[in-house]
């Protein structure tokens, strides 16, 4: 910075100045993005984590429901097999019928109902509040799915490569969100009692109490009919095929319907859900870190190429005076030198050319991964009635900003160097890269501002002595300095064109501007001859009066008068004082 300052170099100053914004902007959104990526991956790991205890709570409900159902179950099979063995035992003798007393009907009777209340209670659960509390549970779970799923998705997608393609993790995410899906259709399944046993355990509990209904009413009356007792004997296999059914079905995830029409089923168990979910967590979480770094890798990496890049345009623009006071010795040298100097900008040029690709695909990709972190932002603070609730995406911006800036200056620079217009970064990968808004008319102030500023101030040093005018004979090594980059006139044309440009700017305006700078540049270069040359003078003359100087004080001294002398004479002109008056010429 010492040098561009010392030698007035705007234009790399500009150069300077847009690289070290670029940097400063882009640490921040590094920073700001690793920072959002810590606080989001702790939720996640909250969310997640209260999803699996939830689940697992459904699991246990529903398990401890579904055994307590079986051990009912056998229960009523006991029960409903040892009144059929005594119906063939004791009751039907062959083809014989024997008349049961009234203590078997109401040992039956009551048997019946006992069994009916046990599957009266499981067929509860299928209902009422038992079930409305076992649902909103599920629908709780439900939506802690989805908040964490999205929440996944927006960490994931800040985490695309730089051909935008989004990380393994997401396919992940999306297998898990499948097979939790499944998790929670299984636990709804079982829990309302869709995979058959409300539809079977309905019809057992209406069967038996129709019969339980029947034998109070004949209790009551003159007993059980022989025909009656023959239907109950009947009925009792078909109560226990629906009780084996029950058994069956109970911790089925698969619906009846799905069942009945053969449909492939596999189930699935939560803790494997639950395995892929931590795994996915740790991998998650491992990869936003490594991304981050890798971020902030590339990102020093590029500031060194800048920085190393704008090194070596000084070490080409700025001249070494060192040896023969920035003369050269013969036209052969000379010739050497511009050859040399030529070289260098065609690598120079090269270097730019692999340069600006990565800093704009680069500047492209980080404001791509933290586009949707800043609008979150700006909606937040705008609700919150900040003042200044856009800043963080006019920061944004400001990395489209300043990388287009750079590249634009960089465009200037080397077509000076190059004698022909020279452009980095075309319109069209501008758009591919940042989009159409405001890509063009910045592109083109850019290029056309930077020559006023730059006529201004070397206006400005050119005139800092008593008159507006150049007086190369009074320049000091300041002046040399000051023409180190380029020195211009004033050029009218190129203000009025600043102020009039439109939004419909085309590569045509873009390469006169650039054209009329190479003018300017040719015209400086013919000053920059003539300012050698005076100083050159300059220098002659000062060595002239050195040799004067020095003359005198090698010529011979006069006698020193003694002390009285010296009185008596004091007052007196000394004899050299008299012989300068008498040699002056009279006018």
Same mark, same amino acid.
């Given at each position: ?11 790399? =100053? ?21 920072? !959002? ?21 459904? #699991? ?16 009523? !099979? ?60 599920? &629908? ?43 998790? /929670? ?7 309302? #009692? ?28 003159? #007993? ?46 939560? #803790? ?46 700025? *001249? ?48 791509? /991964? /933290? ?31 300043? /990388? ?16 022909? *217009? @020279? ?23 850019? @290029?056309?501002?930077?020559? *006023? ?10 005139? +800092?002595?008593?008159?507006? $005018?150049? $007086?190369?004979?009074? &320049? ?11 020195? &211009? ?21 873009? =390469? ?30 000062? +060595?002239?009066?050195? +040799? ?8 011979? &001294? ?19 004082? =008299? ?5 002056? *010429?009279?006018?």
């Amino acid at each position: 910075m010492k040098v561009i300052e010392r030698n007035q170099l705007t234009l790399s =100053r500009k150069l300077y100045v847009s690289e070290k914004a670029w940097t400063k902007v882009i640490k921040h959104f590094i920073v700001l993005l690793a920072s !959002q990526d810590t606080a989001d991956l702790s939720d996640l790991q909250e969310m997640t984590e209260q999803f699996r205890e939830l689940l697992n709570r459904i #699991g246990v409900e529903v398990e401890h429901a579904e055994n307590s159902s079986r051990e009912k179950l056998r229960m009523v !099979q006991n029960g409903l097999t040892k009144w059929m063995q005594y119906f063939q035992d004791n009751v039907f003798r062959k083809t014989s019928f024997s008349n049961t007393k009234g203590e078997v009907l109401e040992e039956i009777l009551q048997d019946f109902k006992n069994l009916e209340k046990m599957l009266n209670e499981d067929l509860e659960q299928y209902g009422g509040e038992v079930l409305l509390m076992k649902k909103e549970t599920l &629908k709780t779970a439900a939506n802690l799915q989805k908040r964490w799923t999205e929440l996944g998705q927006t960490v994931l997608s800040r985490h695309k490569d730089i051909n935008g393609v989004l990380p393994p993790e997401l396919r992940a995410m999306e297998e898990i969100n499948e097979r939790a899906n499944e998790l /929670c259709q299984q636990y709804s399944v079982r829990i309302n #009692g869709e995979n058959g046993v409300t539809r079977i355990l309905t019809g057992l509990v209406s069967s038996m109490e129709d019969w339980t209904f029947k034998m109070l009413t004949n209790k009551r009356g003159s #007993g059980m009919h022989e025909s009656d007792w023959l239907k109950l004997f009947r009925v009792i296999p078909d109560w226990l095929t629906q009780v084996a059914a029950l058994m069956t079905v109970i911790g089925s995830g698969q619906s009846h319907e799905d069942r009945s029409n053969r449909k492939p089923h596999v189930s699935v168990v939560s #803790g494997d859900v639950f395995k892929m979910i931590q795994q996915w967590i740790l991998t998650t979480t491992s990869g936003a870190e490594k991304d981050n770094i890798q971020l902030t890798q590339e990102m020093i990496d590029l500031h060194k190429a800048l920085t190393m890049w704008i090194v070596n345009l000084l070490t080409l623009m700025v *001249p070494d005076h060192s040896s023969n006071k920035g003369l050269l010795e013969n036209e052969s040298e000379a010739a050497k030198d511009q050859e040399l100097k030529r070289l260098r900008g065609y690598k120079l040029e090269e270097e730019a050319m692999n340069l600006v690709p990565k800093l704009s695909r680069f500047s492209s990709y980080v404001m791509s /991964c /933290c586009k949707e972190l800043v609008d979150v932002t700006v909606r937040k603070k705008q609700a919150e009635l900040d003042s200044d609730y856009n800043y963080e995406l006019r920061e944004l911006e400001k990395i489209k900003t300043e /990388c287009l800036d750079w590249i634009n200056t960089c465009n200037l620079l080397l077509s000076e160097f190059k004698g022909s *217009p @020279v452009s980095l970064l075309s319109l069209e990968e501008q758009r591919n890269l940042f989009g159409p808004q405001e890509t063009q008319p910045q592109m083109h102030s850019i @290029v056309v501002d930077s020559l *006023p500023e730059e006529i201004s101030e070397t206006s400005s040093e050119l005139g +800092k002595d008593k008159t507006e $005018d150049v $007086d190369v004979d009074k &320049k000091s090594e300041k002046g040399k300095e000051v023409l180190g980059e380029k020195l &211009k006139p004033p050029a009218p044309d190129v203000s009025s064109d600043a102020s009039t440009v439109s939004s419909e700017v085309t590569e045509d305006t873009i =390469r006169e501007a650039e054209i009329r700078a190479q003018n300017a540049e040719e015209r400086s270069e013919s000053l920059d001859e003539h300012l050698e040359e005076a100083l050159g003078r300059i220098q002659d003359l000062e +060595k002239q009066l050195e +040799k004067a100087l020095k003359a005198q004080e090698v010529a011979p &001294k006069p006698e020193v008068p003694s002390q009285e002398e010296s009185k008596t004479t004091s007052h007196k002109p000394s004899a050299a004082a =008299r012989s300068k008056k008498a040699s002056r *010429p009279k006018h």
